[in-house]
Structures are given as C-alpha cells and as structure tokens.
C-alpha cells in the first residue's frame, strides 16, 4: 500500500534534550584516523575558469592533483594542470597553478594577486609568502591553531607536511620572514549548520524527525512526520532545504521537502515514472539531487534533479548484478560515488561524473582486495569519500578514498556489534555516523577528521526504534 501524508507540516521547535557528552564532536578520546596506502586511479575536474573566481575546495583539489606526481623541482621547466595549462615547476608556479593563475610569477609578483592577512585567520587555499619561498596552507590542526599542514614545491618532489607554529624554520626557511596571504580572486563555500537532521522510520512504517545542534551540544525531541507504511528513508540538503524521499508500502518513491528558511514542510508527493524500488539513496550538489534507487529487478536506476531550473530528468538503468544496498555521496569535482552491496555481498562502485559527462564502470570499492558488508554508506569532504559498512561480524568499518591524490587507506573495525543498517553525514570536517542495531536501537559514532580521533559509540537523540535511518545537514 502507499504511505500516507498530511500536506505542509512545520518544522517543530520541540523541547531540547541533552545529548550523551561522548557523541558531541571532539568531546571524547576515541579511536585515531586510519592512514592512507592503497592506490586507486582517480581524476580532478576544474570549476574556475583561468584567473577567474576560484572556491577554497578547488585549490586544494588543484594542490593534491601535483602531489604524488614525482614532479621534479627545476625553475626552468613545466607541468600541467588537469586542463592541460602548464605552470613553471617551482614554488611559486605551484602556487599559480592551485590558484588557476593565467601566467606563473614569482615570489614577489605573486603579492599582486594576493593582499596580507593575520596569521590566525589563514583559511585552506591561502599562502605563506616571503622574497625567496612560498607554500600553500592546508588547514589547522588544532583548535589552538598551534600546528598547521600545507602543500609545498620547494624541492623535489610537492609535499604535504605538517609544522609547529613555533618552529623555528617553516619548510626550511626561518618563519619570520613570511606573510599570510589570500588571493583576491578566492571563494569562500557556503557554511553548513552544525545541525543534523535526523529521520527515522519506525517498525511500524511511521517517520520521526529530531534535530542533533553540535554545537550547542542538544538535541531535539522526535516529531512525527505524517507519514505511515514507509520501508525506506534517505535525504539530501541544498541550501536551506532538507529533501526526503522515502520508500512507500507499494514500493514507491516519495518526496517530502523541508525549508529551514521559512520552516515548512512541501507535503508528500509521489515521483511519477520511478521504479518500484527496495532500496534508495540521495545525494546533492549545489541545488541538484542526484538520486539512486535499487530496482525490484536489482538493477541501479538514477534520475537528477537541478532545483532551480526544473523537472527531473527521467530515470535511467546502469544495469548492477542483484544489488541489494545503495549509499551516494557527490565530492566536490561534481562526481557522484555511488556504492551498492550485490548479491555476493561484495561492495561495488559506479561513478557518475557531472563535469565530464560520463559514466564509468561498475568496479570493486574501496581498497584493493573488496569488502563483504551487510549495508553501506558514505558521505564526502572534499574529494575525499568517507565510505562506511557493516561487515558480516555486524561490526562497522571504515575506509577513506581521497580521489584527487588516487588513494584508499585500509578499512579498518570501528566496533558497534551486532549492527544492521547504516547512515552517515559530514558536516565541519566531522563525520557522523548513525547505525541501527539489530535489537532496532540507535547507536551514532562521531569522527572529527581536524583532531584525528573518533569518540565512543553512544545513543543519539534520545534513542527510538527504527528500520531505516537518515542524516544531512543544510546551510
């Protein structure tokens, strides 16, 4: 049978609750981040235009693409971009190429493209320059802001390094003889809430929403989202607005959209011309949704949706070996990674990717040698994939695919117990991670990537039953 709705729902301001303090992001010592070895074949697509307006993700993204080249360090050579422009094969031609100069100046020159800033205000995509080097600041690594990584051609070949603000030598020059500076053409990323939406369904099919604020360390109560006879949840921010798709009784796809701006819900709909599902997984870029669904056939079918423009664009069959799983996410070269556990229990991957216009193969994930997993999911910073599964044990496992430098780390057993399903959302460099158990019980493990350590499992939102789980994050 099809779910039932009621029609523009506002969002409940519900009373708050406290959240455990071992899932509050940061809040606990927990496991370190995995390191990185396997390689994986991976491409970088560029947004900016040459010396035009160029976002903070796209830098580093054109940073990673040198690094691991083996690049030799030579002032009288080149090398090119992803695009093919080349760029001089020193300092500061490698800052010009992260920044999409038009030409490759030196040290000094490059102060034309670029203002001082403070020390403490430097942001990734920014530099520390002096007359005789330069190198390009990656990010803080800690609250601190007492040690700091970068990307740097000083010599052969690019590194990423991390420093000490008091060292006395930043990548062998003394420290006091650089300045912080910001290109003039550079663009700072919307800023994401540190609020999750969370939304489940319930053994009975009914879908409860509660919103997880990080940062005052709260959460809300569950509401009720008017809907019965569901299977399935997933969600997609754009912007303001969470959207929500769910699977019905009848093995349909419905949309429900929740804008955080104005606080009203649109009211279930049916999306016409999608196929009977068992199986569903959104994910967004900029204001379009690409959105998955795992057929009755076990084939993979996809249609888009571009919000501010139109319609949805039909829907279209890539085909799958008896797939039972999906999870996406899109990184922010404008390729969706789409995962789906097959009849063999094996974790594959499909890549859509946006700027090219092409699909690729299905393929083995993650690191050389497959994964067996009972569910999946995977959310994105950067170019980077988070991607997360259930193992056969019902343990959750972890492994991180950074596709600008080509590389997987190992996965590696994050525990839990007796898990089944799984969701995951990244929001201010935190990935959080949702689990049910196999007792319907909520779980939720937090990993914050800035400090390099995952707390300790813990309940969320109060804890509830649940079958089917869901988390995003809006502006």
């Not at 080149?78 to 300092?91: F, I, L, W």
């Not at 709909?269 to 870029?285: E, H, I, W």
């Not at 009972?374 to 997360?388: E, F, I």
């Not at 939720?444 to 804890?463: M, Q």
Request: with cysteine; net charge negative.
């Amino acid at each position: 049978m099809p779910i039932t709705f009621s029609v523009r729902r506002r969002i409940a301001k519900a009373t708050r609750i406290a959240l455990a303090a071992s899932v509050i992001a940061g809040g606990a010592v927990g496991t370190a981040l995995a390191t990185e070895p396997t390689a994986y074949a991976a491409t970088t697509a560029a947004t900016s235009t040459v010396g035009g307006k160029i976002s903070r993700t796209e830098i580093i993204e054109r940073a990673k693409y040198w690094l691991d080249k083996g690049l030799i360090y030579n002032q009288g050579g080149s090398y090119t971009d992803s695009s093919g422009k080349s760029y001089r094969t020193d300092c500061s031609g490698y800052v010009s190429m992260a920044w999409h100069l038009s030409w490759s100046p030196n040290t000094i020159a490059l102060n034309e493209s670029s203002y001082p800033i403070n020390f403490n205000d430097l942001k990734p995509g920014d530099i520390l320059n002096s007359d005789e080097h330069v190198f390009i600041f990656a990010q803080w690594e800690n609250a601190a802001k007492t040690s700091f990584s970068y990307y740097s051609f000083g010599s052969t070949p690019v590194k990423y390094r991390t420093v000490s603000t008091g060292d006395a030598n930043w990548d062998g020059h003394p420290r006091g003889t650089y300045t912080p500076r910001r290109y003039h053409n550079v663009i700072d990323e919307p800023s994401v809430k540190n609020t999750v939406h969370l939304q489940r369904v319930t053994p009975g099919g009914d879908l409860f929403n509660a919103e997880g604020d990080y940062s005052a360390g709260r959460w809300s109560g569950w509401t009720n989202q008017g809907a019965t006879q569901l299977k399935e949840v997933t969600s997609a921010g754009t912007g303001t607005v969470n959207r929500v798709f769910a699977l019905g009784g009848d093995n349909r796809i419905y949309e429900n959209d929740g804008d955080y701006a104005t606080g009203k819900w649109t009211g279930w709909t049916l999306l016409d011309g999608a196929p009977q599902a068992k199986a569903v997984s959104a994910s967004s870029d900029g204001n379009t949704v690409h959105l998955v669904a795992i057929g009755l056939d076990g084939h993979l079918y996809n249609s888009d949706r571009d919000f501010t423009a139109g319609k949805w664009n039909g829907w279209t069959d890539h085909g799958g070996n008896n797939l039972k799983r999906v999870t996406s996410a899109t990184t922010s070269d404008h390729v969706n990674h789409i995962y789906a556990v097959d009849g063999s229990d094996q974790i594959q991957e499909l890549d859509a990717d946006y700027g090219a216009g092409k699909w690729n193969n299905w393929q083995v994930a993650g690191p050389a040698g497959g994964f067996q997993a009972q569910d999946v999911t995977a959310s994105v910073s950067g170019t980077t994939v988070h991607l997360g599964a259930i193992g056969m044990d019902g343990n959750w496992y972890n492994t991180d695919g950074d596709f600008a430098r080509g590389t997987w780390n190992g996965w590696w057993n994050g525990g839990g117990g007796n898990l089944k399903r799984l969701t995951s959302a990244m929001a201010n460099n935190v990935n959080h991670v949702y689990a049910i158990r196999t007792d319907n019980t909520l779980t939720e493990r937090d990993g914050d990537y800035t400090a390099g350590r995952w707390n300790d499992w813990a309940t969320p939102a109060g804890g509830g039953e649940a079958i089917s789980l869901t988390a995003s994050f809006t502006q």
